[in-house]
Each structure stands twice: as C-alpha cells, then as structure tokens.
C-alpha cells in the first residue's frame, strides 16, 4: 500500500492546488483514492452532525444529568446508544465512524458477538467471588498472556524463536490482575519499590560481612517521562510529569524524578543506585504519539541492570495488538525489554480490566498479603479477556493491524504533503496509533470538531497532534472514509483561516 502512494515531493509537483474538487462525487474505491492522492477529497466539505442542531429531548436530558454529574469531561451535546463494528449511533440514530476506538479499548468494535456470547454465558454462570477463592478463568487468562509473550517476544523473550521460548508452564513470567490501567501502574510502582529495599537489603547484608553496612531505605526513586501519561491515582500521577495533571494537586508523593525520553546522554544523571524502577511508554500516547528509539530503550535497559533498578514498560495503551506487535516492545531486541509491562484498556474489548506482568524475579520478591484488590481477575472479565486475547493473539489478526495502519500512515503522510501550512510533519507511530502533528494548538481541536460535524470521531492529543487509535478491525475503506473527511475538514479549516 505504501508504494501505491506517491512521495512528498512528487505529490507537491504534480498538484495545481491541494483543495481542487476533481474527487467529487467518487465512491470510496481504495485503488481510486490512493491514486487520486495529489488532491484533496472535497466531498465532506458540508456537515451533517452539526453540534448546534440539538434537539429538544436530548437537550433537556443533557440539562438533567448536568445538574447532578460532576463535570470533568468537556463533551459534545449527543448521546450515543449503540454501536456495531466500528460505527455508533446516537439517540436520534444519527452514525458516526469511530476511530477513537474508546480511547484505544475496543479492540474488536462495538457488540462484537463472541464477546457478548461470552459476557451473556458467564454472567449466567459466575460473575463474582471473593478473591480468597480459585476462579475457573483468571488462571488460564495469565497462562494464555505468558503464552502469548513467549509466542510473539517480550519480556526478555525474543519474537520469532516460539518453540525456543518454551510454555507458559514452564515459568519466568507471573501476572497479577486489576481493573484498570491506573491501578496497574500503582501496583508496579509498589513491586519496583519493593524490589529496591530487596536490593538494599541484600547489598546492606553483603557489606555488613564486611563490616561497611549502608541504610535500607536507599533505593527508593522512580524515574519516568515528561510527555508521559501513567494514570491520574496519587502514585500514577506522580510518574506523570505533565503540569496540567500534577499542578492542582501538588504535593505529590516524594521520590519521583522527572527525564527526557530518547535522550541518552541524560540517563547516567538521572538513573543512579538510588533508583529502584524506570517506568515509561514505549509510543507516549497521551503525550503526543511519540515513540522511544530503540537505541535509546538499550541504554536505558543496560543503565537499570547496571544500578540493580527495574523496567517497566506501560503498554496501556499501545500494547495488546495495537503496534501490529503483540507487545509494542515485542518486535525489539531483548536488550530493549522491561522488566514489567502493564496493560488494560483493550483487554476485555471495554469491560474494566488490567494487568501486571512481571518476571520471575520481581514476583520472587512479593510475598503473600503485599498486595490485592476486590474486583481484579474476577470471572467475568478474565473470561471476557481471555476470550479477547485469543483473537487479538492471531498472527492472520497482528498482520492485518500492520498493513492497514501503514495504508493510515500512507494516506496521513500524503495529507501531509496536501497541506504543508495546516499540517506540522508526517504522522507519527506505528500500526492502529498513529499521530498526525498540526502547526497550531487551536488546529487540533478544530479539525477534531470539523470531523465529528461529519460524522467521524478522532481524539486529540500532546503537541498538538490528532491521534488515530481505531479498533483493531478497522478496513481499509474505513482508513479511505476517515482520512477523505479529514481532508474535507482541512480545506474548510484552511478556508476559514484565509477568511473564505
Ligand atoms: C499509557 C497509559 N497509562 C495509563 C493510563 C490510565 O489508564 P486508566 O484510565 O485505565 O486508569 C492510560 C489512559 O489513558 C494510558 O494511556
């Protein structure tokens, strides 16, 4: 699909202006529009889902939950009641096309059928026991997430040596459940924590042999991203070092200390004996789609064994599929990989749930009642997500998340090329998340709300990018759809900027 594309430059020669309407009226063939690429698609150019034609009963029932619900979300006067595949419905049956895919979650769309036909059957079975009980389900959702990373690689397992990685059974990774990506994060954050008293403590016991015993309490500094996104829990928010997160609700727990992705010179000043863990995403989601260089991930890798800290990686959000990987990291040399990973939104396609999966040596250290939780790795979800990651799991399922996101990336690049003064550079990411960086702020949410009034759901995020994170079903005539309605909304942005 990429070579179908025609590069930057010869895109710009070949067009007499990127807004020329000569693509009105087609159908949404895929062979047509790539090749039709040197102008932009005008045929979305009038919106169909304008916010302002509210009508009445949605606006009163609007007024009504406002009245009671705290307001933290800024959101659009419609209220969606269904889905199908990657399309939604609002309460006036109006469609949208979703490449928000919920914030990276419904890996498999909206009403997948094998995960109601699993939802309805243990809802009918068993949704809930204590976790002082054995469940049917949370066990063989573990063994099939460790079987899976020794399938594909990750966690110091290298991809592609399947056989040689051995089965799940045979040990060196262990998972623990929760219920969302936050609490995923806090609960690796306190297995890092205490991994640096152990490695206190056995270094406090070698040096008092030999007389020179030091503190306990030393190794106790997390290390994480600026740009980076971990959760919005104490802890989680702790490791985030955005401003707008932290800021109001400073302070925050002590021992943290912010740096700078993909800069290697700074990990030696940053990374020292008092660290215990290093916690980041491997593509910043949240921050901006921004991906850590693999050279980058070997230095840091090598500094963390160096010092005795942990790594963890938070694949919350491109983890699970979404690079066309099963763990984003997976793909890379396993003098790149963590120590850890967390994961959770896409898990159970939408019902809460996350995970923590560590190596052996991490779980050796945590002992029983260190830590728990009610609800996580309860029946219904592990089901539901065991279920999920069987499909997600498929290498026909990974190899189709590739070849339409780099169709995406292709058809954003050319976008791109169409509109060098709206559009900042190519996109960014891998796979189903990918960003697309625009040259002003203001830009983003505009072209965020341009698409919604045409009835297409994008995100926003970091440096002033839109962010694409579609279900993992998305067609390439959803990618043609997505990307003609952006090139839409960019012409009337551009318009409205000359003042048209
Ligand atoms: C990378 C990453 N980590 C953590 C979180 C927090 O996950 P949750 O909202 O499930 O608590 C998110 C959510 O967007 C995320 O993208």
């Known amino acids: 699909m990429l070579s179908r594309l025609s590069a930057r430059g010869a895109v710009a020669a070949a067009r007499p202006g990127p807004f020329s309407s000569a693509v009105k009226g087609r159908a949404f063939a895929t062979s047509a529009r790539t090749q039709a690429s040197a102008k932009a698609c005008t045929d ?21 939950h406002a009245s009671v619900t705290l307001n933290t979300y800024a959101r659009p006067p ?13 309460s006036h049956d109006r469609e949208y096309l979703d490449f928000s895919g919920g914030i990276a979650v419904n890996a498999l769309g909206h009403a997948d059928e094998g995960v109601a036909k699993v939802l309805q059957d243990q809802s009918r079975k068993l949704v809930h026991v204590a976790n002082l009980w054995h469940n049917e389900w949370s066990g063989e959702l573990a063994h099939l997430l460790v079987q899976k990373t ?55 016991a070698q040096g008092a042999e030999k007389g020179v015993a030091a503190p306990t309490d030393e190794k106790v500094e997390i290390v994480s991203f600026r740009d ?64 850590a260089k693999e050279d980058f991930l070997r230095a ?36 790149c990989h963590p120590d850890i990973v967390t994961m959770a939104k896409p898990l159970a396609n939408g019902v809460p749930i996350g995970a923590i999966m560590m190596k052996d040596k991490v779980a050796d250290v945590i002992k029983l009642g260190d830590h728990g939780t009610t609800f996580g790795g ?8 065991h279920h999920v990651v069987s499909r997600i ?70 440096r002033q990018t839109v962010r694409f994170v579609p279900s993992l079903i998305a067609t390439e005539a959803d990618v043609e759809k997505v990307v003609d309605v952006l090139e839409s909304s960019l012409v009337v942005l551009n318009r409205q900027e000359e003042g048209l």
Request: overall charge positive; some cysteine; charged content about 20%.
């Open 78 to 90: 419609f209220i969606l009641t269904r889905g199908k595949g990657l399309k939604l419905w609002d």
């Open 300 to 335: 840091l890798r090598k500094r963390c064994d160096d010092v005795g800290a942990l790594l963890v990686f938070d694949e919350i959000q491109c983890g699970l599929g979404r690079t066309g990987s099963f763990w984003a990291h997976g793909s890379m040399p396993v003098d």
């Open 393 to 462: 799991g498929a290498s026909s399922f990974l190899s189709n998340v590739s070849s339409v996101g780099d169709s995406l990336k292709a058809r954003l690049a050319n976008v791109h090329a169409l509109f060098p003064r709206l559009v900042a550079g190519p996109p960014r990411g891998r796979g189903l998340i990918l960003g697309l960086p625009l040259t002003r702020d203001e830009y983003v949410q505009k072209v965020v709300k341009l698409m919604r009034e045409r009835g297409v759901l994008v995100l926003s995020c970091g």
């Open 150 to 204: 020794k399938e594909f690689g990750g966690l110091g397992y290298p991809a592609g040596q399947a056989e040689a990685n051995g089965k799940a059974e045979d040990g060196g990774l262990k998972v623990f459940f929760t219920n969302s990506g936050t609490e995923s994060n806090e609960g690796a954050l306190k297995f890092i924590r205490k991994y640096g008293k152990h490695v206190s403590a056995m270094r406090n």
């Open 378 to 385: 309860q029946p219904l979800q592990t089901r539901v997500a």
């Open 44 to 64: 979305y150019l009038e919106p169909t889902h304008l916010d302002d034609s509210i009508p009445a009963d949605v606006k009163a029932k609007l007024a009504k």
């Open 228 to 291: 980076g996104f971990h959760g919005r829990s104490m802890g989680a928010l702790s490791a985030t070092w955005q401003p707008k997160y932290q800021l109001p609700f400073a302070p925050l727990v002590p021992g943290f200390v912010p740096a700078t992705m993909n800069d290697i010179d700074s990990i030696n000043q940053v990374v020292t004996e008092k660290t215990c863990g290093v916690i980041l995403e491997p593509i910043q989601g949240e921050g901006g789609i921004l991906e």
